[in-house]
């Protein structure tokens, strides 16, 4: 049932609505403005009327109709699907972060820009990159912000000949996407049979036009790319460009940076990599770094660090530096980066969120940096055993996995007709959400399972000994397989339709059509 | 070890089955040359009572003024329930809701703010959000170029906020998109709409209208959707959510002529959809025959986002019926399932990147999903009663401020046009020195205009509130008094 479908009229919720205009003079019911009439709206919008409580059972319940990783196993590929500790939650949402307007004075807003001054550190160190802005909102504005430097680059050093971005076939769909966004057409290349790039027709691909290459490493077929080295050269000679797609870097936090592998730019989704939450689609945040050639580019503000307080204005309370001498921080403006690609963002990104992957970063420490990479790779390598053993088709059984890996459905679909979608919605009913599912296109009924390091050695079993039933059960019932979900709020539902007859917004009088 | 559950005699029987003689061992393929040494610039893990102990101090840092600043971002009550459900780990730690079996509580969530949203704009469809106000004027730009197919030119009038226009300008001149800046009216405050006539016959895209506009002030909006409409281009509207509570919803915008909007002669989904759909609504006859924004777009920062320092906020965006497949972002349908019990699920997803790729309509894949269920369970609370009473209020609470400033000797207000909760005031001495003084008695007085519009003088951009009282008014006006003395 909709919120709307509960409203009851005239019903109101007293104890969130204003009482009346503070001021001297201001209308008592607060209602009545001096706005010329033609400029107000004549209908009333369409809101629940609702009690608090109405509104508190509804969205409660709805919450419990969701699978989270607070509540299951979600070995979702390339989405990183680790535990959000709570602690990195009640300390970004403290009182005074959450209070600071934006365009306050910047000596009020000390505490956090220290926070974001330290994480921009941290995610230098870890990426090997001279230079991080923590301004982009999201993985794919990470992207744009990246591609953009590239083409800045560029331009102010003349080279204007330079229209394409290589992509390989691999790619998240944001790559592509991006490419164009920023102005640049797309060459894409093909994967070898290793799951690594097509060197010929790399070599083939790259000219004078290149712009350059984005790739993940390790790459959505959860293998590092063995030759990163040689393709670094190949892109480098040509004048173009190493665009390094974060998506991956959990894989090998700590382990290889980026920078040394000869990455240009990165992006990293601290949504992913830094265990902020997903919230059933973002906020995410897509932090860039730069090498030394990009400094200027970087998108804005970023953060920087001064010996002396700021001058002035409200209150004084500076930092300490680590040696006790008095610090301050403030935003780069224009002025500071007159070539910088300029903002993506009306004020300074997601700081809420960048919060949260601080104290995610400083809660882990040096050390805990590397043991992400270490038990990402472990489970994922034992899960990847486990399920060869018990009989499934690893994509490539040949190579290590990285913190994910690739098995295809394929013999089981020519066996019994049960799919990938079939075994995906059938694990469900097990309690489990299913990864991945046909990404990447390269592998034929592919199922990309990321465990991430925070599931124990007990939930990587239960989860192959699901999978075994369920292909015990592709033999003996497929129909109970095909006609998975069976134990969800809604069975399978029809996208055709939903597509066709398109309903994106409640009305009063069409609820009956599908009740 | 911090979030990592494994004991050592799991990691020995893992091992054992991978056939790896330890974890070192799994990252053999990579070269060795590549691999990194000790992280330097992160110090030794700290525990939670550590890290809090770190994290209130930093807090306790960013002493709170009493704030005044609006330009963008709202200072409002947001009730104890709101974060409280939203945090809840089933609505915070879900994924996109790819797997819609498993995922209809985000869903039904996302399906309600649409049809909140769209309602509060008075628009036919939604999606679920982009990142914040700003990107999402970018977007709309993009999005009013692809369906206007001929022109590369849109309108964007100076009392849009300085902000977003930088944002505007850093996204879509990579697709040589030109922004042409239309000049405002310095005796109202709104856009000039003499200036606006010199581009009568020349070839434009879109042109965006701010409601309220930077300024505060009130744009005649109705002139300036059939302005555009009547050039074959597109209103965009660029509106606070809000404020819609009482003002015209962007739908609703300019005079009953549907011929002369672009969206409504192109192809026959208007038609499908308005017959299919609309017409099942009696209520929905008159929006039916007035053309309107034909895109309305803001930040929803207003219902329910804490104003944390910029952000995370949402963007979000709503549409004419025939617009919808150039619609950028995810977008929720309500469908039926195998039993025919209804049930919802993304739609439309191929617009998107991870299945058009380089021909999406737009890069982005997260949204700011989160933001959007605390804005639908804030609506949801405060139903549309509570939020004409905090619009009023504000505006209230915004004009006693004004009145009470004027008395102030030298300080006037600057524009005549009627404002929503913004006003601009003009000091008789410097702005920049005048905030600086103000927030040394521990109020944060304003938006200092003079770097963005030096044209103004001495002119901050003044915000109260329903978060405001009597008593905090007349702070501000003794500080300004005596920043001023």
Same mark, same amino acid.
């Given at each position: 049932m909709l919120i709307f479908e509960r409203s009851h009229p005239g019903r109101r919720n007293a104890a969130q609505a204003p009482h009346h205009a503070a001021a001297a003079g201001g209308p008592s019911t607060g209602l009545r403005t001096g706005i010329p009439a033609a400029l107000l709206r004549q209908d009333r919008p369409q809101l629940p009327e609702a009690s608090e409580m109405d509104a508190v059972r509804h969205y409660t319940r709805l919450s419990q109709k969701n699978f989270s990783i607070d509540t299951h196993f979600y070995p979702l590929g390339s989405c990183t699907m680790k535990y959000n500790p709570r602690a990195c939650n009640t300390l970004a949402m403290l009182p005074n972060f959450l209070a600071r307007h934006p365009l306050a004075p910047e000596a009020t807003g000390q505490g956090v820009l220290a926070c974001l001054y330290d994480l921009q550190e941290i995610l230098k160190d870890v990426s090997g990159m001279a230079g991080v802005s923590l301004m982009p909102m999201a993985g794919a504005q990470g992207e744009f912000a990246g591609i953009a430097m590239i083409r800045a680059y560029h331009d102010a050093r003349g080279d204007k000949g330079r229209s394409e971005i290589i992509v390989p076939d691999a790619a998240h769909g944001t790559n592509p996407a991006t490419a164009v966004m920023c102005g640049y057409t797309v060459k894409e290349i093909p994967t070898d049979a290793n799951g690594d790039v097509d060197l010929d027709a790399l070599r083939a691909a790259t000219g004078p036009q290149t712009a350059g290459l984005m790739l993940t490493n390790p790459s959505t077929l959860g293998v590092f790319e063995k030759q990163i080295q040689a393709i670094q050269k190949i892109i480098h000679d040509a004048g173009g460009l190493l665009y390094y797609d974060g998506a991956n870097l959990n894989a090998i936090l700590g382990k290889v940076k980026p920078g040394d592998m000869g990455f240009d730019v990165i992006h990293m989704n601290l949504h992913k990599t830094f265990s902020t939450p997903h919230g059933g689609g973002?906020?995410?945040?897509?932090?860039? #770094?730069?090498?030394?050639?990009?400094?200027?580019?970087?998108?804005?503000?970023?953060?920087?660090?001064?010996?002396?307080?700021?001058?002035? /204005?409200?209150?004084?309370?500076?930092?300490? +530096?680590?040696?006790?001498?008095?610090?301050?921080?403030?935003?780069?403006?224009? @002025?500071?980066?007159?070539?910088? %690609?300029?903002?993506?963002s009306a004020f300074s990104g997601n700081i809420g969120i960048l919060l949260r992957a601080y104290v995610y970063a400083?809660?882990?420490?040096?050390?805990?940096?590397?043991?992400?990479?270490?038990?990402?790779?472990?489970?994922?390598?034992?899960?990847?055993?486990?399920?060869?053993?018990?009989?499934? !088709?690893?994509?490539?059984?040949?190579?290590?996995?990285?913190? /994910?890996? %690739?098995?295809?459905?394929k013999p089981l679909k020519d066996a019994t007709g049960i799919s990938a979608m079939d075994v995906a919605k059938r694990l469900l009913d097990k309690g489990y959400h299913p990864p991945t599912t046909y990404f990447p296109t390269l592998v034929p009924e592919c199922l990309l399972i990321e465990p991430t390091e925070t599931e124990s050695k007990k939930t990587l079993d239960a989860f192959v000994a699901a999978m075994k039933e369920i292909r015990d059960e592709a033999h003996a019932t497929p129909e109970l397989v095909k006609g998975a979900p069976h134990t969800m709020p809604v069975r399978r539902l029809d996208d055709v339709k939903a597509a066709r007859e398109l309903d994106l917004t409640w009305k009063p009088t069409a609820n009956t059509r599908t009740a | 070890m911090p979030f990592i559950p494994h004991t050592e005699q799991d990691i020995q029987a893992m091992l054992a089955s991978i056939g790896a003689k330890n974890i070192d061992a799994l990252f053999d393929e990579i070269p060795a040359v590549l691999r990194s040494g000790k992280l330097t610039a992160i110090g030794d893990g700290l525990n939670e009572m550590q890290v809090t102990r770190l994290m209130q101090e930093r807090a306790a840092q960013d002493v709170q003024p009493l704030n005044f600043i609006g330009a963008g971002a709202y200072e409002h009550h947001i009730p104890a329930a709101v974060w409280e459900i939203a945090t809840r780990g089933e609505y915070y730690t879900a994924y996109t809701p790819y797997q819609a079996e498993a995922s209809q509580g985000t869903l039904q969530t996302l399906y309600e703010y @649409?049809?909140?949203?769209?309602?509060?704009?008075?628009?036919?469809?939604?999606?679920?959000?982009?990142?914040? +106000?700003?990107?999402?004027?970018? /977007?709309? %730009?993009?999005?009013?170029?692809?369906?206007?197919?001929?022109?590369?030119?849109?309108?964007?009038?100076a009392t849009v906020s300085p902000l977003y226009r930088s944002v505007a300008r850093s996204i879509v001149k990579l697709q040589n998109i030109e922004l042409v800046e239309i000049p405002f009216d310095i005796a109202t405050g709104t856009t000039d709409l003499n200036a606006l006539q010199q581009h009568v016959g020349s070839d434009i895209a879109a042109l965006v209208i701010p409601q309220p506009n930077f300024f505060g002030a009130l744009e005649d909006v109705d002139t300036l959707a059939d302005w555009a409409h009547a050039q074959g281009a597109l209103a965009i509207a660029?509106?606070?959510?809000?404020?819609?509570?009482?003002?015209?919803?962007?739908?609703?915008?300019?005079?009953?002529?549907?011929?002369?909007?672009?969206?409504? +002669?192109?192809?026959?989904?208007?038609?499908?959809?308005?017959?299919g759909i609309l017409s099942q609504d009696k209520n929905s006859q008159n929006q039916f025959s007035i053309p309107g924004a034909d895109i309305a777009i803001g930040d929803g920062q207003p219902l329910g986002a804490p104003l944390s320092s910029g952000g995370p906020y949402f963007g979000f965006m709503c549409c004419k019926q025939a617009l919808v497949r150039q619609m950028p972002g995810r977008i929720i349908g309500r469908t039926v399932d195998l039993d025919g019990k209804p049930g919802? !699920?993304?739609?439309?997803?191929?617009?998107?990147?991870? %299945?058009?790729?380089?021909?999406?309509?737009?890069?982005?894949?997260?949204?700011q999903g989160l933001m959007v269920t605390a804005? !639908?369970?804030?609506?949801?609370?405060? #139903?549309?009663?509570?939020?004409?009473?905090?619009?009023?209020?504000?505006?209230?609470?915004?004009?006693?401020?004004?009145? @009470?400033?004027? +008395?102030?000797?030298?300080v006037k207000r600057l524009f005549s046009a009627p404002h929503f909760h913004e006003v601009v005031l003009h000091l008789p001495g410097s702005s920049a020195k005048v905030l600086q003084s103000m927030a040394g008695q521990g109020i944060a007085g304003g938006f200092d205009l003079k770097p963005h519009y030096p044209q103004l003088g001495n002119a901050i951009l003044v915000c109260a509130t329903e978060t405001k009282t009597n008593e905090d008014l007349q702070r501000y006006v003794a500080a300004l008094r005596h920043a001023l003395h």
């Open positions: 973002g906020p995410g945040a897509g932090a860039v #770094g730069v090498a030394q050639r990009l400094l200027p580019f970087l998108p804005l503000p970023v953060v920087e660090k001064f010996p002396s307080p700021p001058a002035g /204005e409200g209150a004084q309370r500076a930092g300490e +530096g680590a040696s006790g001498e008095a610090v301050s921080y403030r935003y780069l403006t224009e @002025q500071d980066l007159p070539q910088s %690609i300029g903002h993506l400083r809660m882990l420490g040096a050390e805990g940096m590397h043991r992400v990479a270490e038990f990402a790779t472990l489970n994922a390598n034992y899960l990847m055993a486990e399920l060869h053993k018990a009989g499934f !088709t690893v994509a490539f059984p040949q190579r290590r996995a990285s913190h /994910e890996f %690739i098995v295809s459905m | @649409q049809t909140m949203i769209a309602s509060l704009t008075g628009m036919d469809a939604s999606n679920a959000s982009l990142y914040d +106000g700003a990107s999402a004027l970018a /977007e709309a %730009i993009l999005m009013a170029v692809r369906a206007h197919k001929t022109s590369r030119r849109v309108l964007l009038p660029l509106v606070n959510p809000l404020t819609l509570a009482l003002l015209k919803a962007p739908g609703q915008w300019g005079s009953p002529s549907p011929q002369s909007s672009p969206a409504s +002669g192109r192809g026959s989904e208007r038609e499908v959809g308005q017959a919802f !699920t993304l739609t439309l997803q191929a617009r998107e990147q991870h %299945i058009r790729r380089a021909k999406a309509t737009s890069n982005i894949c997260s949204n804005a !639908t369970i804030h609506m949801a609370l405060l #139903g549309s009663d509570g939020l004409r009473r905090t619009a009023a209020v504000s505006h209230a609470n915004t004009q006693a401020l004004a009145v @009470q400033a004027s +008395g102030v000797p030298g």
